[in-house]
């Protein structure tokens, strides 16, 4: 199977077994997922939203079927450079309160790790930073050390060091866990706007599918390893 231009993900017939275990976490995953669109993967606990995520950014790779990222097959080596264009903010993110960097740091380390800074100046990695943290309404923590933040606070850090990059594809992991509704309505708004004027997509896990679900373009649910139902709003 070839994966089609214009496609962010791809799956077809996957499935996925962790080692040791008798029986794959997921299986039978039909999912085709375009640019300009935001994504929530909802279900209940062990349903295989995580192991869904790690399967589409190649970090797990399937037993049987095939999964495409950005037109390229997660089995060929060509995935680390394409995983450079993604996000990931996994499940439980959350820094010690010892953690002496700054949120200000935190964002910049998503600038970091693809060679991003040869291409900017410091005016306008500041520029993107800044941008950042408007949209999360985090500008008045830059300065604080991340340890010290709220789980709202640092969640939202973190989803501001995911975008900093301007991804092409956004993973979120349980964003919206023991945080409060304000806040989970900035980072859901937040999402939506990024997805659409980037025409970027996002992919978001959420048990807890308020209020992302009325933004939410598809709605995929999930239930022990299958998709039992796939939404559009
Ligand atoms: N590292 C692992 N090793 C073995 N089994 C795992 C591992 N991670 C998850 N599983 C199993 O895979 C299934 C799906 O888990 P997961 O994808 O974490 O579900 P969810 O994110 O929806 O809660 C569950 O049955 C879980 O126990
Ligand atoms: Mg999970």
Partial sequence: MEAIQGEAIRLSDVWVAYSGSGRPAIREINLKIDYNSLILITGPNGAGKTTLIETCLGLLKPIRGEVFLLGVNTKSRKIIKVRRKCSYVPQDFMKPPYESYTAKHVIKLGLATDMCLFGLSDLEIKRRILNVAKMLQIEDLLDRPIGTLSGGQQQKVYIARALVREPKVLFLDEPFSSIDEESRYVIAKVIHEYVHQKKACALVVSHDVD???????????????????????
Avoid: A, Q, R, Y
């Fill in 211 to 233: 209020p992302i679900i009325d933004l939410s373009d598809i709605i995929v649910h999930m239930d022990n390893g299958k998709i039992t139902n796939v939404e559009v709003n």
